[in-house]
């Protein structure tokens, strides 16, 4: 039998497709292909190829049953009661859902789910963020201003003239500013480049201009080609440490895409027990009704036969309250049908189904009744390698080893290393005249030189790191907690499947025994053996019998569901069918 699964691929795109600038930012590949496997992979659980022996049906299983347990104290096979799920037709407007439409329905319109395919968008807004540091920056600035000043005093000079036999040679005076109205310009424009390295380049091209209009003339345009490089050596020095941030946050944004996946598996998982226990409530009204029916007509048998007077008329008063019992655990069944409807068309949130419309939602899968006698150490295994939450604590542990390898190299002194070079330009005329003469190269000054800082205690940035490590090993220790608990969700997965199964066995044979005993019983009541109070009370029994099976036939659905999602998956399918043809 082929396992088809529904894909619910269509909630996560695939995460990285690669940096496009000249550094590699991207996580650790291995980590980064791991994700990426696991979020395109399909998330149906192939229960047929897990199982190490044919799947068996409850009709197969039931003869071993009755002959109890095996000595060896293996688990029963399984089997398919004959349970007809909403048989009769409510009088109300219904619509017929499988559990393929309803998780469809879920996938388009769970609001759950809407609010959680928003956080990788806001996670991917934060890797902008962080590959935005290193964007270019174009700055430019221009200034215009005028002097008017008045005549200063300014310094005392004592003049020592070139020719020594000059009459200035060492004599004093005092030197005076004369009264002066000046033009200035300053003009600016370039861009900083922040390299990947830790380098910060710096290339512009200033201008200045002056024109003094009283006293002497004396205009001048200035002009430079400037380039200038600040490289660190110690701290923030490197492609690591300076890309560090990039990489914990696309190490957040594929933790936060395989969070939203994981949301989705939980609102599908919920929505599939929702439609399950819909499916139980509409079996367990089917059961009310028939306990009122049945009682309904021992009554109007009762009524008939006193009339003939083979019955005592004491018998209609015992049918009565058997009628009025049943009717208010058929009341009891409706008020359960119609929280149930409304939970799941909560969880559906469709438009057409209003939480409080009259439509009557009707599931049209019927159970799938078969055992599986499952590798408990390979499931085990399946749920340590495909659980969402062991992945999502790996990415967050990567992002940990980014960090702290970040803030190591914080805790190292500052130690830059500057170099800067310009060619110079002058012109009397013109800023023209200054740019061609910076071009030709003629004049230049240039520079190197070197910058330390180093804290006296450094504690601060010590403790950053040392938060940072011990952050690490409690999430380390986490990781492993979760693994312990993630394989016993596994084992009391199979355990409680294993019951439910079990369960179904047993109340399928009660159903049967039941059944007899009320026909028996209603048959000598007719002969006149038993009593009205005797019929009711197996009749009850039964109903018992048959609510028990219904609901056990409910909870091995829910224990199928809970396994596939203690593995880290989905059952993934509307109905499987194990027939001798071997088709879906």
């Not at 082929?2 to 550094?23: D, E």
């Not at 935005?132 to 003049?159: H, M, R």
């Not at 000054?445 to 070197?450: F, M, S």
């Amino acid at each position: 039998m082929l396992y088809q699964t529904a894909k619910t691929g269509l909630l996560i795109v695939p995460l990285l497709a690669g940096c496009s600038y000249y550094f590699d930012t991207s996580p650790d590949s291995k980590t980064a292909t791991r994700v990426s496997e696991r979020l395109q992979s399909q998330e149906g659980l192939p229960l047929e190829q897990l199982s190490k022996t044919p799947p068996v049906t409850v009709e197969q299983a039931l003869p071993k049953f009755k002959e109890g347990r095996p000595k060896n104290g293996t688990m029963l096979p399984a089997a398919k009661p004959d349970i007809k799920i909403a048989a009769k037709a409510p009088p109300e407007a219904s619509k017929k859902l499988s559990i393929a439409q309803v998780r469809a329905l879920a996938l388009e319109n769970n609001l759950d789910l809407k609010i959680a395919q928003i956080d990788p968008k806001i996670a991917a807004t934060e890797v902008s963020e962080e590959e935005a540091k290193f964007d270019s920056l174009i700055f430019a600035k221009a200034k215009y201003g005028t002097k008017n000043t008045p005549s200063q005093n300014l310094d005392v000079v004592q003049f020592t003239p070139v020719d020594p036999n000059s009459p200035l040679k060492k004599e004093t005076d005092k030197l005076t500013a004369i009264p002066q109205k000046t033009e200035l310009w300053d003009l600016d424009a370039g861009v900083i480049i922040p390299l990947r390295t830790g380098a910060k380049i710096t290339i512009s091209s200033p201008f200045e201009g002056k024109r003094q209009f009283k006293g002497v003339a004396s205009d001048q345009y200035l002009n430079a080609l400037r380039f200038s490089i600040s490289q660190p050596l110690l701290r923030d020095a490197g492609i690591d440490n300076n890309v560090a941030g990039i990489r914990i946050a696309r190490y957040e944004q594929q933790a936060v895409d395989v969070k939203t996946r994981l949301q989705a598996i939980r609102v599908l998982a919920a929505v599939e027990r929702g439609y399950w226990g819909l499916s139980v409530a509409w079996s367990e009204l089917d059961v009310r009704r028939q306990q009122y029916e049945n009682a309904a007509n021992n009554l109007s048998m009762v009524k008939k036969r006193v009339a003939e007077g083979l019955t005592a008329a004491v018998e209609i008063n015992r049918a009565e309250i058997g009628v009025a019992e049943r009717l208010e655990g058929l009341i009891i069944a409706e008020t359960t049908l119609k929280l149930r409807q409304r939970q799941l068309k909560l969880m559906l949130n469709d438009p057409v189904l209003d939480l409080d419309s009259p439509t009557l939602l009707i599931p049209e899968t019927a159970p799938t009744l078969v055992e599986y006698n499952f590798d408990r150490e390979q499931l085990a295994q399946r749920a340590l390698e495909g659980r969402l939450e062991l992945l999502e604590l790996e990415l967050k542990l990567a992002a940990d080893l980014t960090k702290i390898d970040y803030l190591n190299n914080q805790t190292l002194p500052m130690f830059m290393l500057d170099y800067g070079y310009a060619s110079l330009g002058r012109d009397q005329s013109s800023f023209g005249g200054a740019f061609e003469q910076a071009a030709s190269g003629d004049y230049s000054d240039w520079y190197v030189g070197a910058r330390m800082e180093i804290p006296l205690t450094n504690e601060l940035r010590k403790a950053r790191l040392d938060r940072s490590v011990q952050q690490r090993l409690q999430r380390l220790t986490t990781l492993q907690l979760r693994e312990l608990s993630v394989r016993r969700e596994i084992y009391d997965a199979l355990d409680q499947l294993s019951q439910n199964w079990q369960r179904m066995l047993a109340a399928r044979q009660n159903v049967l025994l039941a059944g007899l005993n009320y026909d028996a019983e209603l048959k000598q009541f007719k002969e006149g053996l038993r009593t009205m109070t005797e019929v009711l009370e197996t009749l009850t029994r039964l109903g018992e019998a048959q609510l028990r099976e219904v609901r056990a036939i409910g909870d091995y659905q829910v224990s199928m569901i809970d396994l596939a999602f203690a593995t880290g998956t989905l059952l993934g399918h509307s109905r499987v069918d194990f027939s001798a043809t071997g088709n879906l």
